[in-house]
């Protein structure tokens, strides 16, 4: 069935790479449009990254810290893409021809080396470089650049004794695939033996025919880069299932909720000049309380009690330029204040109208699941249906929202990680404003989006898998991976899945019932 559905679309895709091929005068055998397409595909990544470093970074970071900025820039473009590859992945079985078999295929890129290699260096950047680039930036400024070197590798080479402790250990007691077998048994004949029935030697010892096969475990030793996606996948999990449960239900309801409470219309310039004096105000206050606490910590020095009040400092100062913003987009001020209002208002509809898209996309999530995860043998198989049906329509359309919904996973992960950590009280986040996110802000969300990846690649294998079946990660995942000793029954019995479905339920009755609408200060005071 699987086959059949995707037949019209891999082999108009196979004709259409042939085409090309020879209008090109490339060799036979690689899909030429498509390694051109993932090239243009990377090239874009990259470039989108650097503006979003640009507009995220803060100004004290200007002209310095390259190093960080490259690894932010390489983190990013590496966790795109690699969610990215599974499109790829599935437009790239479509290589050749449908009528051409698998072994007589060159395939366009060998994406079974390619997954390990792009994991493999997520897992360099995750527990390597950036944990010696955040210590790096944050030593102590009066130290020379030898000796915050120093001190930053001693701290990173801590990080990396531990996990290659972990997993070394685990490797050498657990790295091993188990597969449930049928043990069958036959005698021995020469092949001019004529065969009777089904079986060698006139039907003795023959298991197949007289229906006693007995059921054992092979175990297989499992290669080391395959075992280091298999933790790091249980790591990106944990990630995942928390932040994309509470941000499946926070992206959309804060972009509808930012258009509820809007402001209406431009304040007259007296309250402007009102407002901006309270802020003067309070600024003044801030500063004297930031005195104050650079003595206390002369004197007494950083104590729990110091922390907390610095802690507390640090929101009040996030206040008051949250104020701050608010003030200047409700008096635009300059030449084109009547366009930059404008464009505030166009802003605000448009989340509204990405809000409502979001609702429905996660709503869509949502129904998939239970049908076709949750629920065994599959009730519909719901998107991988209309993925297929798209492709049909051209063989690009079903890729392009294949990519859609993984790219998707990805945004609510990075929302569910502010969400948490403001609404949730539990850790302090590192969240991203334009203009005002540090390096060591930017890094701490790189490695986050780096571990969700591997989950969200791994979510959309398994949920999608009707769509996206006899790729090289859905082989690695599903005949490797979910069939690791000592850790396949937590996809055999959707462990992870459920979490995030759980997540998903908790955390929009949370948001809906006890989270506050935003304030909008101006107003109130």
């Not at 989108?48 to 640009?54: F, Q, R, T």
């Not at 955040?134 to 120093?150: H, N, V």
């Amino acid at each position: 069935g699987r086959g059949a559905g995707r037949g019209g679309a891999m082999s108009a895709a196979g004709a259409a790479g042939g085409g090309a091929r020879a209008l090109a005068g490339l060799p036979e055998g690689y899909n030429w449009f498509l390694i051109l397409a993932a090239v243009v595909v990377a090239g874009l990544v990259a470039a989108v990254n650097v503006y979003v470093l640009v507009h995220y970074m803060h100004p004290e970071d200007r002209n310095q810290a390259w190093a960080p900025k490259a690894v932010v820039v390489s983190g990013l473009s590496l966790a795109m893409l690699s969610v990215l590859m599974f499109p790829l992945d599935v437009a790239n079985r479509a290589a050749c021809a449908e009528h051409i078999s698998r072994t007589s295929c060159s395939f366009s890129m060998p994406m079974e080396e390619l997954w390990q290699a792009v994991y493999l260096l997520e897992v360099i950047l995750i527990f390597a470089v950036i944990p010696f680039m955040g210590f790096l930036y944050e030593a102590d400024s009066e130290l020379t650049l030898p000796q915050r070197l120093k001190s930053s590798a001693a701290y990173s080479l801590v990080t990396l004794v531990v996990v290659g402790l972990v997993l070394g250990l685990a490797y050498g007691l657990a790295g091993f695939v188990e597969y449930e077998v049928d043990d069958l048994a036959s005698q021995i004949a020469p092949l001019a033996t004529q065969v009777v029935g089904s079986c060698l030697g006139g039907g003795q010892l023959c298991d197949g025919v007289r229906d006693e096969a007995a059921t054992t475990s092979w175990k297989l030793r499992v290669s080391f880069p395959v075992y280091i996606i298999a933790l790091v996948t249980i790591f990106g999990w944990l990630v995942f299932m928390v932040f994309a449960g509470i941000g499946l239900s926070a992206l959309p309801m804060d972009w509808i909720r930012q258009f509820l409470f809007r402001p209406k219309a431009v304040i007259p310039r007296s309250d402007y000049i009102r407002h901006a004096r309270g802020l003067a105000r309070r600024a003044k206050e801030i500063k004297q309380e930031a005195a104050a606490l650079r003595r206390e910590e002369q004197t007494l020095g950083k104590g729990r009690k110091w922390k907390r009040k610095l802690k507390e400092l640090n929101k009040v100062c996030m206040e008051l330029e949250e104020d701050e913003q608010d003030l200047l987009e409700v008096f635009p001020q300059g030449e084109d204040a009547d366009t930059a209002w404008i464009l505030t208002v166009v802003t605000y509809y448009a989340k509204l109208v990405l809000g409502a898209l979001c609702v429905v996309v996660s709503l869509m999530l949502l129904i998939h699941v239970i049908l076709y995860v949750f629920i065994s043998p599959p009730v519909h198989p719901f998107l991988n249906e209309m993925f297929i049906a798209l492709d049909k329509a051209f063989p690009l359309f079903g890729v392009a929202a294949f990519a859609f919904f993984c790219f998707y996973l990805i945004a609510i992960t990075v929302k569910g990680c502010t969400k948490f950590g403001v609404n949730f009280v539990v850790f302090t986040v590192h969240p991203m404003q334009p203009g005002k996110t540090m390096m060591s802000s930017f890094m701490f969300n790189v490695g986050v989006i780096l571990l969700a990846s591997t989950s969200v690649v791994q979510f959309c294998s398994r949920a999608f898998a009707l769509y996206a079946g006899d790729t090289a990660i859905e082989r690695i995942f599903g005949n490797q991976i979910e069939n690791l000793w000592g850790l396949r029954y937590l996809y055999v019995y959707n462990v992870f899945i459920i979490c995030f479905f759980t997540m998903c339920v908790v955390s929009c009755g949370y948001l809906v019932l006890k989270s506050p609408p935003p304030r909008r200060r101006l107003t109130a005071q």
